[in-house]
């Protein structure tokens, strides 16, 4: 599970790596408009994903408590 999450964090870093990129290129107001939105998503969806591992990291501990 945690390979997953690294994995999706991987991907996003580098989707973030694109869309600054993107940005830095002569672009329309609208195309402008629609970097700076998907960058807060893929932002927020990286932020959400450090959330989402501690409590996968969390439940794995209470697993192996319980199991012991």
């Known amino acids: 599970m945690r390979r997953d999450i690294q994995s999706i964090q991987e ?3 580098a989707a973030l790596g694109f869309l600054e990129d993107a940005s830095r290129r002569p672009l329309s107001a609208e195309e ?17 994903l450090v959330l989402i591992e501690a409590e996968v990291l969390r439940s794995e501990r209470m697993r ?4 012991s």
Request: proline content about 0%; glycine content about 12%; cysteine-free.
């Open 11 to 13: 991907g996003l870093q």
């Open 64 to 67: 192996r408590i319980n199991v």
């Open 32 to 48: 402008s408009f629609d970097i700076q939105r998907t960058r807060g998503l893929v932002s927020g969806a990286l932020k959400s």
